[in-house]
């Protein structure tokens, strides 16, 4: 699969994140029976990757603005065109040495993303895609899944922690959802939830709460894989609100109609 210069500097900006944090997490594996714990190492490992991806992209594509989680947003003189990027999402597993977590990259136009790069270091799989151009898991090319029965279908959502606002709600979505589903997984990483709703591995995903450095590229591998991405509240948007609701062609009208709690 031929993909665009800047799809091309986006996958070695975060095959170089990727190795970083490669390193770091064997070294969190070992700190893991101190009493100090990983923390504040995990923290560096987290800025490091995230200094290593803005010196790549920015020394690739000068002009455009960034939008990164640890450090920010910054306007570039190309008002249209900005990265949005998540260093390392799945920080908790990355922490705990479960080796479950990703570098998110995404590439927006015009408030559009155009493209995404959502790579998975510590399996080696590397999930991307352009706008128009399908969406590829180390260059096979992705589909969702063809699940059309809510019974058969396995979902995942992210269940907000510590005292965030949206825990109720989530909770209310998962006692609507368990009874006619197949199950529900809390992998702790939403672009790879994302990616996994693209490889078919998934059949649907939801979360409320999110940033858009967790969502801006998995929503590009859904919709380029044939899955469809939406807003929990109809008419907002997903990117300012952080949340979703993503699902195969198949399940994603009944899926939203529990999660939206339509009847
Ligand atoms: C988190 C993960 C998690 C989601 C959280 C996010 P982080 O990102 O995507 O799955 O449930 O809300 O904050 O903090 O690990 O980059
Ligand atoms: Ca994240
Ligand atoms: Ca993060």
């Given at each position: 699969?031929?993909?665009?210069?800047?799809?091309?500097?986006?996958?070695?900006?975060?095959?170089?994140?990727?190795?970083?944090?490669?390193?770091?997490?064997?070294?969190?594996?070992?700190?893991?029976?101190?009493t100090?714990?990983?923390?504040d190492?995990?923290?560096?490992?987290?800025?490091?990757?995230?200094?290593?991806?803005?010196?790549?992209?920015?020394?690739?594509?000068?002009?455009?603005?960034?939008?990164?989680?640890?450090?920010?947003?910054?306007?570039?003189?190309?008002p249209t065109?900005?990265?949005?990027?998540?260093p390392?999402?799945?920080?908790?597993?990355?922490?705990?040495?479960?080796?479950?977590?990703a570098?998110?990259?995404?590439?927006?136009?015009?408030?559009?993303?155009?493209?995404?790069?959502?790579?998975?270091?510590?399996?080696?799989?590397?999930?991307?895609?352009?706008?128009?151009?399908?969406?590829?898991?180390?260059?096979?090319?992705?589909?969702?899944?063809?699940?059309?029965r809510?019974?058969?279908?396995?979902?995942?959502?992210?269940?907000?922690?510590?005292?965030?606002?949206?825990?109720?709600?989530?909770?209310?979505?998962?006692?609507?959802?368990?009874?006619?589903?197949?199950?529900?997984?809390?992998?702790?990483a939403?672009?790879?939830?994302?990616?996994?709703?693209?490889?078919?591995?998934?059949?649907?995903?939801?979360?409320?709460?999110?940033?858009?450095?967790?969502i801006?590229?998995?929503l590009l591998?859904?919709?380029?894989a044939?899955?469809?991405?939406?807003?929990?509240?109809?008419?907002?948007?997903?990117?300012?609100?952080?949340?979703?609701?993503?699902?195969?062609?198949?399940?994603?009208?009944?899926?939203?109609?529990?999660?939206?709690?339509?009847?």
């Amino acid at each position: 699969m031929q993909g665009s210069a800047n799809l091309n500097l986006m996958i070695k900006a975060a095959r170089r994140a990727g190795r970083s944090l490669i390193k770091d997490f064997r070294e969190v594996e070992q700190l893991q029976v101190s009493t100090k714990g990983p923390g504040d190492f995990v923290t560096r490992a987290d800025r490091e990757a995230e200094r290593l991806l803005r010196e790549e992209l920015s020394a690739g594509r000068p002009n455009y603005g960034w939008l990164g989680e640890e450090t920010g947003a910054a306007e570039g003189k190309d008002p249209t065109r900005r990265w949005i990027v998540d260093p390392l999402d799945g920080t908790t597993n990355f922490l705990h040495g479960l080796p479950h977590w990703a570098v998110s990259v995404a590439l927006e136009y015009k408030g559009e993303i155009v493209a995404a790069v959502v790579f998975d270091a510590a399996k080696g799989e590397l999930f991307h895609a352009e706008k128009g151009q399908g969406a590829y898991l180390n260059d096979q090319r992705m589909r969702v899944s063809g699940r059309s029965r809510m019974n058969e279908a396995l979902f995942a959502t992210g269940v907000p922690f510590g005292a965030r606002p949206a825990l109720p709600a989530t909770l209310q979505d998962i006692a609507r959802l368990m009874p006619g589903s197949a199950g529900l997984r809390r992998w702790g990483a939403a672009s790879l939830d994302l990616a996994y709703v693209a490889a078919g591995r998934l059949d649907g995903f939801w979360e409320r709460g999110l940033q858009p450095w967790d969502i801006a590229a998995g929503l590009l591998l859904v919709q380029e894989a044939g899955g469809f991405a939406e807003p929990i509240r109809p008419g907002s948007s997903m990117l300012e609100t952080g949340s979703l609701i993503a699902a195969n062609a198949g399940l994603f009208e009944s899926f939203t109609k529990i999660i939206r709690n339509e009847g």
